[in-house]
C-alpha cells in the first residue's frame, strides 16, 4: 500500500516537476524560488492524504497550489518591502532594536514556560529549521506527537506573545 503511494507520487513528481517549474518561474522571475515553492507544494501534497484529498485533477490541484504558493510568498515579500521602506523613512532602528530585544526576551520567557519536549519541538522546527519528520526521527515521536507538541507551542506563545505579535510577525519575517 505505501509502496503504491510511494510510486503514485514519485509518478506525479516526475511527470508535472517541470512544467510546474517553468509556471512557478514565469509568476515569480527567479529560477531558485520557483523550485522551492514547487517542492514546497508537493512536500504539501506528500503529507496528506493527497489521493483522497484531491476532488479535482492531479494537474490542476498542482496548478492552482503553485499559483496560490506563489502568490502568497509575492505577498509576503510586498510586506517585507515596505516594512524595510517604512523603517528607513522613519530612521527609528533604536526603537526597532529595543523592541526586538524585549522581544526576544519575552520570547525566551515563553519558551522557558513550555513542557520539554514542547519547547524542544518548537526550537527544532523554528531555530534549527527542521522539517516535523525529521524532528520526529530525531527524538523518536510520531509525527503526530511532534505537529501536537508544534500546536502546543504556538497555542503557548500566541497566548503569551499577544502583545507583541505584529511585531514579531514583521521581525521573523525581515529576519532581524
Not at 35 to 50: A, G, I, M, P, S
Not at 104 to 114: D, F, G, I, T
Amino acid at each position: 500500500m505505501l509502496l503504491d503511494k510511494e510510486k503514485k507520487f514519485e509518478e506525479v513528481f516526475r511527470t508535472h516537476f517541470r512544467e510546474l517549474h517553468r509556471y512557478a518561474f514565469k509568476i515569480l522571475g527567479d529560477a531558485d524560488t520557483a523550485e522551492e515553492t514547487v517542492q514546497q507544494v508537493f512536500l504539501r501534497l506528500w503529507e496528506k492524504d493527497w489521493q483522497r484529498g484531491i476532488h479535482t485533477s492531479v494537474r490542476s490541484y498542482l496548478y492552482r497550489a503553485v499559483y496560490n504558493e506563489s502568490v502568497n510568498l509575492i505577498k509576503r515579500e510586498q510586506i517585507k518591502m515596505r516594512y524595510e521602506i517604512d523603517q528607513q523613512h522613519r530612521g527609528d532602528y533604536t526603537c526597532a532594536q529595543q523592541s526586538d530585544a524585549e522581544l526576544r526576551k519575552q520570547l525566551h520567557m515563553a519558551l522557558s514556560q513550555l513542557p520539554e519536549k514542547s519547547r524542544m519541538v518548537f526550537e527544532m522546527s523554528r531555530f534549527q529549521e527542521l522539517k516535523y519528520q525529521e524532528i520526529a526521527e530525531m527524538l523518536t515521536l510520531s509525527l503526530k506527537t511532534v505537529e501536537g507538541h508544534m500546536t502546543k507551542a504556538l497555542k503557548h506563545l500566541r497566548h503569551h506573545l499577544a502583545d507583541y505579535l505584529n511585531v514579531l510577525t514583521l521581525i521573523i519575517m525581515i529576519g532581524l
